[in-house]
């Protein structure tokens, strides 16, 4: 626990955020640190509208690199998932300067496509965990709590519990990952234990999910992979005939990736921090890991950029 007074930014890369989070945040934040309340700040971004986006490509982008850049904050934290990250990733990445880099970045679902990017580029403190919005399910204020602890604190009790186990952790939506995989935002995962959740996706998805993911070259050097919980995954006509976990252990099976068992993650109030990367037991947030190349183009990578350059 630290005395020092946090300031975190919460950004919108994907869907909008409901109107009612804020006050609902900013209320949790009074009664769980009444001697230190974090400053939150949310971007007005989170509230616009763009047809299906928080605001056009530019405008999210902007909000994203808005905060992250600014030295003032300690942290950045997705408002919420949905779809639109992928939209936004060349010119975020692009754009991200050195302050960026001493910051922890929070989310999970949709938010996954940015995390990997700000992991494979060598980022400190990315974590999958609830984004802002959790706070608006059913009991939902223990996961906003959560990632709050996360944030404020890196309070190990937020963690999933097999991530002190592990040499390396990893976390993402099923489909997010899968769509990542070839692009310039993968990450190297080898040595890492992936865990991977689902949600709204009938089964033949997951195990086609499963086929592409367990394919890639790169994710058969993973150390194992564990299955979060697939929610209200919608019927099958006819029935598949396996359940989630059979399909993840027979594509484990089939491409010699490790069976590790069950994870602690998923798209509800439970959904545990998982940091990516190594432990740092001085920390107790994840090291780094080395920064990959840039693919974003001829432009160098953020990471050579000076501090001044934006």
Same mark, same amino acid.
């Given at each position: 626990m630290t005395n020092k007074k946090r300031k975190i930014g919460v950004v919108a890369p994907g869907s909008r955020m409901s109107s009612q989070v804020a006050a609902r945040v900013q209320a949790l934040v009074a009664t769980l640190y009444p001697d230190r309340t974090?400053?939150?700040h949310f971007h007005p971004q989170c509230l616009a509208s763009h047809g299906h986006f928080a605001g056009d490509d530019a405008t999210r982008a902007r909000a994203f690199l808005e905060i992250a850049n600014d030295e003032s904050y300690d942290a950045v934290w997705c408002a919420r998932? *949905?779809? *639109?990250?992928? +939209?936004? #990733?060349? #010119?975020?990445?692009? *754009?991200?300067n050195e302050p960026a880099r001493r910051k922890a970045y929070v989310g999970y679902s949709d938010a996954g496509t940015l995390l990997a990017g700000l992991y494979r580029a060598g980022f400190e403190a990315v974590a999958h965990g609830p984004v802002a919005e959790d706070i608006l399910r059913d009991r939902g204020e223990s996961a906003a709590a959560r990632a709050l602890a996360w944030l404020v604190d890196a309070a190990p009790e937020t963690l999933e519990p097999t991530v002190g186990r592990a040499q390396k952790t990893a976390a993402f939506n099923m489909t997010i990952l899968s769509h990542l995989l070839g692009t310039p935002l993968q990450p190297d995962l080898e040595g890492h234990v992936l865990m991977l959740e689902e949600v709204s996706e009938a089964m033949y998805r997951i195990d086609r999910s499963l086929f592409h993911i367990t394919s890639n070259v790169q994710i058969r050097r993973v150390a194992g992979i564990m299955l979060g919980r697939c929610n209200k995954i919608p019927p099958n006509e006819p029935d598949f005939g396996m359940t989630e976990e059979e399909v993840a252990r027979y594509w484990c099976r089939r491409s010699g990736i490790p069976w590790l068992g069950r994870a602690d993650i998923g798209h509800d109030i439970d959904n545990k921090i998982v940091p990516f990367g190594g432990r740092n037991t001085e920390t107790? +947030?994840?090291? +780094?890991? /080395? #920064? #990959?190349? $840039? $693919?974003?183009?001829?432009? /160098?990578?953020f990471g050579r950029l000076r501090s001044n350059e934006r």
């Open positions: 974090p400053e939150i998932g *949905g779809y *639109g990250s992928c +939209r936004v #990733a060349e #010119a975020v990445m692009r *754009g991200l107790g +947030r994840k090291s +780094r890991t /080395p #920064a #990959a190349s $840039s $693919s974003w183009g001829p432009e /160098p990578s």
